[in-house]
């Protein structure tokens, strides 16, 4: 008959595993008072999840993220021609915490009476929601997978940039219109919403809707020799 020893350090190790398996999450989001944190809130917050209004597929949404830090981004580092930061995104500034809360810009994101990046509780309360249904069970689901991609890719951009393509950057000509390429602004896929001004749709074709929202460009300047 083998008898098994139990000491005090191996109980107090299975203790410390079971407290481990307790509070181990399959998805996780930063604290909103993060760059990472705050900046995933906004990809979160744009993007469709299963079961919601808009939603195709795992692959759409992720890509559509990828689209809207792109636009966040380009709003930072790839003015066009002819064209003032403050023209394209409402505020002249290379930290991408101004970009997100310029006035007008991402409704629910915006700096508080005291000038702190603060989100809508609306949105908050949709994170959270999502995070339950993500954390429940013990394997990770479509939930987990789109929550802890969004977290990972603000994450990579706060140290250090985008390492997916951004498919808009070399569109040249929409409708004989000649383009900037890349993408300035994204608004929900419905006709009613358009931008104006010098902004050009992205259509169907080009794949400029994604993720449930409507991508677009921006009209070329051409100047004269």
């Known amino acids: ?18 407290a481990y398996s307790q509070s181990a999450k399959l998805a996780e989001i930063n604290g909103v008072e993060y760059v990472s944190g705050y900046l995933a809130r906004l990809l979160i917050n744009e993007n469709p999840f299963p079961g919601e209004r808009g939603y195709k597929s795992l692959d759409d949404s992720k890509i559509g993220m ?3 830090l792109w636009v966040l981004h380009s709003r930072i580092k790839h003015i066009p021609p002819g064209y003032k930061q403050q ?30 990046a603060v989100v809508a ?5 949709r994170l959270q929601y999502l995070l339950k249904i ?10 987990s997978e789109l929550l802890n991609f969004a977290q990972g890719l603000a994450s990579a951009y706060e ?9 808009f950057a070399g569109l040249e000509i929409i409708k004989n ?7 300035y602004s994204w608004m929900t896929d419905k006709d009613y919403y358009r931008p104006g001004g010098d902004y050009v749709t992205i259509p169907d074709s080009l794949s400029g809707s994604i993720g449930g929202n409507r991508f677009y460009t921006l009209r070329k300047k051409v100047f004269e020799k």
């Open 177 to 183: 219109i000649m383009v900037t390429g890349r993408a």
């Open 66 to 68: 990828v689209q809207i």
């Open 87 to 116: 023209q394209v995104a409402n505020v002249k500034s290379d930290d991408i915490i101004d970009i997100i809360t310029a006035q007008g810009q991402c409704d629910g994101f915006y700096r508080d009476e005291k000038g702190v």
């Open 121 to 125: 509780p609306r949105v908050e309360m």
């Open 1 to 18: 008959m083998r008898i098994l020893k139990i000491t005090i350090s191996s109980i107090l190790f299975l203790c410390g595993m079971a």
């Open 134 to 143: 993500a954390n429940k069970g013990s394997k990770p689901g479509k939930f």
């Open 159 to 167: 140290e250090g940039g985008i390492k997916q393509a951004d498919r």
